[in-house]
């Protein structure tokens, strides 16, 4: 019998020699074509930035105002692009010219905060620009004009909040999921603020082009970060997640088009149980198609389980109260 027969070729025994003994799951892996980031400067724009730049992608950041980047870790780093794009105004032509170029877009729209280092005055000064824009000039405006300009091929991936279909809720829908219903911030839907989200998901729904769309619970700096995250949907998710662990989950979103394309979602953390290795098979077990009733009602009663503090009322906070003041029965 000839020798090539019988035996493994010489070059391949090498090859073998040569191979480490086991790969990591979630080595980073080089991307051609770059991720565009918008908001890029914002906190959680910035995470992102800094996570996809880790994990050796090239990064294209849009940015408001350029002078915030000096301040950024990330500033000088050899993968970065900045552009500057006033999301307000037409897109200037050098965004138009590298947009069609990345293979995904992540959009940070701004999330909601129970963090204590958040001021009211911040949070009033945020909702009155809302208010005082119309409603086409937000994110739907925004994030329309950037997957138009990206073009079909790219994979656009929406940073929105929990919530955002809650207020629109039939009375009765509303009772039977208090525990998610009846919170201050769907109760008081201040300037209608959910209601421009979801318009915005919506807007970028019917876009001829690949999209996610990631609804985080609550966010929170004093939140434990690298927490494990639990992915859920039909709108009941309750909870917080750190402003790292949510840029997380947007670039694990931007690795795996596949997995999560055309999908909706809400992400909470869960601290002391550690992050997956990849994200990407809990990605693809989620429904393209929204859940019905039953499996609503029955991921809230799941959830409702998960709910920071003691008390597992989240239908008591008040307005500015946080779950730990709640159980010590402080406003």
């Given at each position: 019998m000839p020798l090539h027969n019988s035996h493994p070729p010489l070059l391949f025994l090498l090859l073998l020699l040569l191979l480490p003994s086991s790969l990591p799951l979630s080595a980073p892996i080089a991307v051609s074509a770059p991720i565009a980031v918008?908001?890029?400067?914002?906190?959680?724009?910035?995470?992102?930035?800094?996570?996809?730049?880790?994990?050796?992608?090239?990064?294209?950041?849009?940015?408001?105002?350029?002078?915030?980047?000096?301040?950024?870790?990330?500033?000088?780093?050899?993968?970065?692009?900045?552009?500057?794009?006033?999301?307000?105004?037409?897109?200037?032509?050098?965004?138009?010219?590298?947009?069609?170029?990345?293979?995904?877009?992540?959009?940070?729209?701004?999330?909601?905060?129970?963090?204590?280092?958040?001021?009211?005055?911040?949070?009033?000064?945020?909702?009155?620009?809302?208010?005082?824009?119309?409603?086409?000039?937000?994110?739907?405006?925004?994030?329309?004009?950037?997957?138009?300009?990206?073009?079909?091929?790219?994979?656009?991936?929406?940073?929105?909040?929990?919530?955002?279909?809650?207020?629109?809720?039939?009375?009765?829908?509303?009772?039977?999921?208090?525990?998610?219903?009846?919170?201050?911030?769907?109760?008081?839907?201040?300037?209608?603020?959910?209601?421009?989200?979801?318009?915005?998901?919506?807007?970028?729904?019917?876009?001829p082009c690949r999209s996610t769309v990631v609804r985080p619970a609550g966010l929170s700096d004093a939140h434990p970060s690298g927490s494990r995250p639990v992915l859920s949907q039909g709108d009941v998710a309750v909870g917080r997640i750190s402003r790292k662990d949510l840029a997380g989950v947007l670039v694990a979103c931007a690795r795996a088009p596949d997995a999560c394309e055309g999908k909706t979602f809400e992400v909470l953390t869960v601290p002391g149980l550690p992050p997956p290795t990849e994200l990407a098979p809990q990605l693809a077990a989620l429904s393209r198609e929204p859940p019905g009733e039953e499996a609503v009602a029955a991921s809230y009663r799941l959830l409702q389980q998960l709910v920071p503090g003691k008390a597992l009322a989240p239908e008591r906070l008040a307005l500015g109260q946080t779950y730990e003041k709640l159980d010590r029965g402080e406003g």
């Open positions: 918008s908001g890029a400067t914002g906190r959680v724009g910035s995470l992102v930035v800094s996570s996809l730049l880790a994990s050796n992608a090239t990064v294209l950041a849009l940015v408001r105002d350029p002078r915030r980047v000096s301040g950024q870790p990330w500033a000088d780093h050899p993968s970065l692009t900045v552009l500057q794009a006033d999301l307000l105004k037409p897109l200037p032509a050098p965004v138009l010219e590298a947009l069609p170029r990345v293979s995904s877009l992540i959009y940070c729209a701004s999330g909601f905060t129970d963090a204590s280092s958040t001021s009211a005055r911040s949070r009033l000064s945020r909702l009155l620009r809302v208010a005082l824009r119309p409603a086409s000039s937000v994110d739907a405006a925004a994030v329309e004009k950037l997957a138009v300009a990206a073009g079909p091929g790219a994979h656009v991936v929406m940073c929105s909040s929990a919530g955002v279909t809650r207020p629109g809720w039939s009375e009765e829908k509303k009772r039977s999921l208090a525990g998610c219903a009846d919170i201050p911030i769907v109760r008081l839907n201040p300037f209608k603020i959910l209601s421009l989200k979801l318009s915005a998901e919506d807007a970028l729904r019917a876009l």
